[in-house]
């Protein structure tokens, strides 16, 4: 996973935006979480690449994207996406989107009218309410997290990572997600990004999700402890004919816990939907 790349770039507002590509085919986008970056799709996407193109970015502020001092919230990440699905030329692409990723996914597709063949959502932010505790307490402590010496964010940050997991990680599994926070610079966009969390990007959206006009599986990992299984089922209900898979020792981060079921239902779920997905069903456009 320290080998993962996004070698292309695309210019943003202004930032520099970091993707990678893999395979021929129909076009497949992976969408990563918060804290975290595309490398956690560092299994899943060479086995989708075997049948599919897959395209993968690192949202702005994370991993090896611009980082800039002003807005990385989820309220800027649904434009770039619109852009970068503008820039790639995709038409009904299928949409695996994971944590942040999957708010994004559901804002680009609600907000800005991107249509997808299918969407798998895996452990999203999509209903209140959402953030773990230390989301909760850095929000109204920001300056002090971010000026904290760097010896403490260091220490804070694998236990903070870990607690994303159902399994005990190793350092070399947690290096690739820390590494990318590590330094005063870093640090401070680490507790910028998390204080810009808020929850009205969500409110904006969450209504309309009976509106989403593409078949729609949902994972869930059981032991999730950043947002429980039950927001899962509330999101379910709310997805006309979606389906919800809870997803047994896996926590909030399941490409670490149980990369195997997300490889088993993505590859099902595409196999499923084929390029019919979206004509299947019959929904009409957002308004």
């Given at each position: 996973m320290?080998?993962?790349?996004?070698?292309?770039t695309?210019?943003?507002?202004?930032?520099?935006i970091r993707w990678?590509s893999?395979?021929?085919?129909?076009p497949?986008?992976?969408?990563?979480?918060?804290?975290?970056w595309?490398c956690?799709w560092a299994?899943?996407?060479?086995?989708l690449?075997?049948?599919?193109?897959?395209?993968?970015?690192d949202?702005?502020?994370?991993g090896?994207?611009?980082r800039?001092?002003?807005?990385v919230?989820?309220g800027?990440q649904n434009?770039?996406?619109?852009?970068?699905?503008?820039?790639?030329?995709?038409t009904?692409?299928?949409?695996?989107a994971?944590?942040?990723?999957?708010?994004?996914?559901l804002?680009a597709h609600l907000?800005?009218?991107?249509?997808?063949?299918?969407?798998?959502?895996?452990d999203?932010?999509a209903?209140?309410?959402?953030?773990?505790p230390?989301?909760?307490?850095?929000?109204?402590?920001?300056?002090?997290?971010?000026?904290?010496?760097?010896?403490?964010?260091?220490?804070?940050?694998?236990?903070?990572?870990?607690?994303?997991?159902?399994r005990?990680?190793?350092?070399?599994?947690?290096?690739?997600y820390?590494?990318?926070?590590?330094?005063e610079?870093?640090?401070?966009?680490?507790?910028?990004?998390?204080?810009?969390?808020?929850?009205r990007?969500t409110?904006?959206v969450q209504?309309?999700?009976?509106?989403?006009r593409?078949?729609?599986?949902i994972?869930?990992g059981e032991?999730d402890?950043?947002?429980?299984?039950?927001?899962?089922?509330e999101?379910h209900?709310?997805?006309?004919?979606?389906?919800?898979?809870?997803?047994?020792?896996?926590?909030?981060?399941m490409?670490?816990?149980?990369p195997?079921?997300i490889?088993?239902?993505?590859q099902?779920f595409?196999?499923a939907?084929?390029?019919?997905?979206?004509?299947?069903?019959d929904?009409?456009?957002c308004p």
């Amino acid at each position: 996973m320290t080998n993962w790349l996004t070698p292309e770039t695309f210019d943003f507002q202004g930032h520099t935006i970091r993707w990678g590509s893999l395979g021929e085919g129909a076009p497949v986008v992976l969408m990563h979480g918060t804290p975290f970056w595309s490398c956690e799709w560092a299994r899943l996407a060479p086995l989708l690449a075997t049948e599919r193109k897959v395209y993968f970015f690192d949202m702005l502020g994370y991993g090896n994207s611009d980082r800039p001092a002003g807005d990385v919230s989820l309220g800027v990440q649904n434009r770039l996406f619109a852009a970068l699905a503008d820039h790639w030329n995709l038409t009904l692409p299928d949409i695996v989107a994971h944590d942040f990723g999957g708010a994004t996914a559901l804002r680009a597709h609600l907000i800005d009218g991107i249509d997808y063949n299918s969407l798998t959502l895996i452990d999203p932010v999509a209903v209140r309410p959402w953030g773990s505790p230390l989301v909760q307490h850095v929000k109204h402590h920001e300056a002090a997290f971010a000026g904290m010496p760097g010896y403490m964010h260091e220490a804070i940050l694998p236990a903070y990572l870990q607690s994303a997991m159902k399994r005990k990680a190793t350092r070399e599994t947690l290096a690739p997600y820390a590494d990318q926070w590590l330094g005063e610079e870093k640090q401070a966009a680490f507790y910028r990004q998390i204080a810009q969390m808020d929850q009205r990007y969500t409110d904006e959206v969450q209504d309309l999700y009976a509106r989403i006009r593409c078949p729609v599986r949902i994972l869930w990992g059981e032991d999730d402890e950043w947002i429980p299984i039950e927001r899962g089922r509330e999101l379910h209900a709310m997805i006309p004919g979606s389906e919800f898979i809870p997803v047994s020792g896996a926590g909030h981060l399941m490409q670490e816990d149980a990369p195997e079921a997300i490889a088993f239902h993505v590859q099902a779920f595409l196999k499923a939907t084929g390029r019919k997905g979206r004509q299947e069903r019959d929904v009409s456009p957002c308004p």
